[in-house]
């Protein structure tokens, strides 16, 4: 459902391996299983939803961290009629390890994410 309060906005930087931005207000509608081929990196800023991670439900609330892996299988849901709001960033491995190598000067293979939700204030903050 799209109401007058929801927007959605995206961006892809070609300059940076097409990394994909998306902000979104007042998310009302599902976004059923799919996968990305990249790290999803997001932050929810208002309101309360629900992941399905790997057939497991995780509740979502202000301030949580999304960290989900490439091709794992998720869905996500808004948890009441005002909707919740989403920053997310799409950065593949590629451009993650270019960039560890740029600041250390040394090759590294990443570790994927344990878990798919963060509750965190401190690390939400930094992010």
């Known amino acids: 459902m799209v109401t007058e309060s929801s927007?959605?906005?995206f961006w892809r930087i070609s300059q940076l391996d097409h990394l994909e931005i998306l902000h979104a207000t007042g998310v009302l509608d599902s976004s059923?299983?799919?996968?990305?081929?990249?790290?999803?990196?997001?932050?929810?800023?208002?309101?309360?939803?629900?992941?399905s991670h790997k057939k497991q439900p995780y509740p979502m609330e202000r301030g949580c961290v999304v960290l989900i892996n490439p091709d794992d299988v998720h869905a996500c849901y808004a948890d009441s009629a005002d909707g919740y709001n989403q920053r997310i960033i799409y950065p593949g491995l590629a451009l993650l390890e270019q960039a560890t190598y740029d600041?250390?000067?040394?090759?590294?293979?990443?570790?994927?994410?344990?878990?798919?939700v963060i509750r965190d204030q401190q690390f939400v903050r930094q992010v």
């Open 7 to 9: 927007k959605t906005e």
């Open 32 to 51: 059923p299983r799919h996968t990305h081929e990249t790290l999803t990196f997001g932050v929810i800023d208002r309101g309360t939803a629900l992941l």
């Open 103 to 116: 600041i250390t000067g040394r090759l590294h293979i990443l570790p994927l994410f344990k878990a798919p």
